[in-house]
């Protein structure tokens, strides 16, 4: 089992940034893969970033330069750099983790990002 405990949220005027946390627990070592969803109101949970072991990302498109994951395997956290934020990235974040050889993720709790107008 993994155990992820998610921080950073919060509010924030359009253009500004923030920085979510997740740190992961438990049965940690076989993790391999580390990301970020979001779900606004009234819509589905969508991918964000995700990260690698190796440390590849990946990003969906309406966070390109603007958003930026990262790692620290020694710590086991995921973080995610947000940037230029727009009023469209309201929502809850959810940190996600997937273990080697599962096909199903470990999910934490969620964190609200709201951002102004």
């Known amino acids: 089992q993994v155990q992820l405990v998610e921080s950073g949220g919060g509010l924030v005027q359009a253009g500004g940034s923030l920085r979510l946390s997740c740190a992961a627990s438990?049965?940690?070592?076989?993790?391999?893969?580390m990301g970020w969803y979001r779900q606004a109101p009234g819509q589905q949970r969508e991918l964000v970033a995700r990260?690698?072991?190796?440390?590849?990302?990946n990003y969906a498109d309406f966070v390109k330069g603007r958003f930026t994951i990262s790692r620290d395997n020694a710590k086991n956290t995921v973080y995610l750099q947000m940037n230029n934020l727009k009023p469209e990235d309201t929502a809850v974040y959810y940190c996600?983790?997937?273990?080697?050889?599962?096909?199903?993720?470990?999910w934490g709790q969620g964190t609200q990002v709201t951002v102004s107008s």
């Open positions: 996600y983790v997937r273990r080697t050889g599962y096909s199903s993720n470990y």
């Open positions: 438990g049965s940690t070592f076989s993790i391999n893969v």
């Open positions: 990260i690698i072991s190796g440390g590849t990302t």
